[in-house]
């Protein structure tokens, strides 16, 4: 029996996903645990495995596309077996186009093609169908039939297009019943579609289609200068949060220099103790202390509402090949440096392997950014909603610098503290900023 393939509900707050890529064509033997195709959401890519052995059916939602959570997106069954007459489809989303349709189409095909009836067969119809066919002038046997067991419904009579009649004007271009419909309906010259077997089938309408949408996909146009692609789920995702970002917080950047000196010989003396931590594990630890002591930098706006968080979920970000993602160290306030190191470099990992659990990625109340290792010296990071704040980190260079009247040098790191100014007053930030200053300059105090 045909088994449903459902968009995933990837967490509490999701409600739709977007079908990133289809790892299997229609037709194509699935084993279970293999994965069939990839969901995005606005957090993350998630790869979804099967949970049985068979082949893919059908193929309801195209690549691109979103629908909510539980939509079917697909079938999956015994090799041959046809998707149920009633199976529901995805909803109609605004731009759908030729790509939807003739993938709509390939799955009708592949897994429940319309029955075929010969010149004066005796062909099993509804009496409505009947009564249309008549009226139309239609030979019954020449519809292809949707219903069940093969069955001619009224459908199938208001939709079919002799193949005469979805001829362009001129010489006639020989096609099945099923290619000369689904040219009509899409409004496909056939004499621009090429017949393996003589006539237009449907396969070489669907392969007319796939080549079509590849080439729109890749962007091929006169100018060879310009390439046009469309946006991967996860990219799109993002343009849409930190558009929303911006439109929501009216933000003031803060930025202030760090005397790295005593964090250095820290590091030193941890490592000299086995213990090696990176400049973002500190930077967690010692940001969390301050946190606790600064709630407004901590909280979330709803409305007219500050909600302060008794807790600090503190999210880093991770810098993906096609995107980026923020996992939280939940409670990181509460846990030792060695528990951050390792739950940074653990969260790095999964998500580069696309394996992030979602609640990794939910509840986050600040974030930290680290663009350092490219030598950037000053950034504007945009918030990650409905935090109020993000802290940027910038390179870490020798400058010279004067100490009790002394020039000497010594490394300074930069920092970037974009603040959500409809809570956070430029005072109460710059304060903030001097909190870290103070603890990082004198890891010390992390024990006060």
Same mark, same amino acid.
């Given at each position: ?68 959570? *539980?939509? +079917? @997106? ?5 090799? $041959?077996?046809?998707?149920? =007459?009633? /199976?529901?489809? &995805?909803?109609? %989303? ?54 069940? *067991?093969? +069955? @001619? ?5 208001? $939709?079919?297009?002799?193949? =005469?009649? /979805?001829?362009? &004007?001129?010489? %006639? ?276």
């Amino acid at each position: 029996m045909a088994t449903e393939l459902l968009m995933p509900k990837l967490g509490l707050t999701m409600t739709e996903g977007t079908i990133d890529e289809w790892k299997k064509k229609v037709g194509d033997p699935v084993a279970k645990g293999e994965i069939i195709y990839s969901v995005a959401t606005d957090k993350l890519t998630n790869d979804v495995e099967s949970d049985t052995d068979g082949a893919l059916l059908a193929i309801m939602v195209p690549e691109g596309e979103t629908v909510p959570c *539980k939509t +079917v @997106v697909g079938w999956i069954g015994a090799a $041959g077996e046809a998707v149920p =007459a009633n /199976a529901p489809s &995805a909803p109609a %989303a605004a731009g759908d186009g030729a790509g939807q349709t003739a993938t709509a189409q390939e799955s009708q095909k592949t897994a429940a093609p319309a029955a075929a009836h010969t010149a004066g067969e005796y062909v099993l119809a509804t009496p409505y169908a009947k009564k249309l066919a008549k009226e139309k002038g239609f030979d019954l046997a020449a519809i292809p039939a949707t219903g069940y *067991k093969g +069955v @001619v419904v009224a459908k199938d009579v208001e $939709g079919f297009v002799p193949a =005469a009649s /979805a001829a362009p &004007a001129g010489e %006639a271009v020989k096609a099945s019943p099923l290619a000369a419909k689904v040219a009509a309906d899409l409004g496909i010259n056939l004499k621009d579609v090429k017949a393996a077997h003589g006539r237009v089938l449907a396969e070489d309408l669907l392969r007319y289609l796939a080549e079509t949408r590849e080439k729109a996909e890749a962007g091929e146009s006169a100018d060879e200068r310009e390439e046009v692609k469309n946006m991967s789920g996860m990219r799109k995702a993002i343009a849409k949060n930190m558009l929303a970002s911006v439109q929501t917080s009216p933000t003031v950047t803060f930025n202030l220099g760090i005397d790295m000196t005593e964090m250095k010989r820290y590091r030193e003396q941890l490592k000299a103790k086995e213990i090696k931590v990176s400049y973002t594990d500190l930077l967690v630890k010692f940001v969390s202390k301050a946190l606790t002591e600064f709630p407004l930098l901590n909280c979330s706006v709803d409305g007219n509402k500050i909600i302060y968080k008794h807790y600090v979920n503190m999210g880093v970000a991770v810098a993906l090949d096609n995107g980026l993602v923020v996992p939280n160290i939940q409670d990181a306030d509460q846990k030792s440096l060695t528990e951050i190191s390792k739950e940074v470099k653990e969260l790095a990992k999964l998500a580069r392997e696309g394996k992030l659990p979602p609640e990794k990625l939910q509840g986050g109340t600040f974030t930290i950014t680290n663009l350092g290792m490219y030598g950037i010296e000053s950034f504007t990071p945009i918030i990650n909603q409905p935090e109020v704040a993000i802290l940027g980190v910038n390179t870490m260079e020798d400058k010279v610098v004067v100490r009790n009247g002394e020039m000497c040098i010594r490394p300074i790191m930069n920092l970037s503290l974009t603040a959500d100014h409809r809570v956070v007053d430029g005072s109460v930030a710059a304060e903030f900023l001097q909190r870290v200053k103070s603890l990082m300059e004198n890891p010390a105090l992390i024990l006060a």
